[in-house]
């Protein structure tokens, strides 16, 4: 969806990651925080890059 067009409450920044302990730390817009597994964060790494391209290939076709 572009961005001109997102509903209210769609984040337009990224987060960013860091490691601490063993974690990986998630600091998203708006407070967003989360901690993760080394393992949980390449899943959903990976989840993330493939919803992203499904993402911009919807907002292409219409």
Known sequence: MPQDNAPSG???SSGVA???Q???LLDGPDGVAISLTPEAAEETAKSLIVAAHAAR????DG
């Open 22 to 24: 063993g974690l990986v």
């Open 57 to 60: 290939s919807q907002a292409q």
């Open 10 to 12: 769609v984040m337009h």
């Open 18 to 20: 860091s490691a601490e």
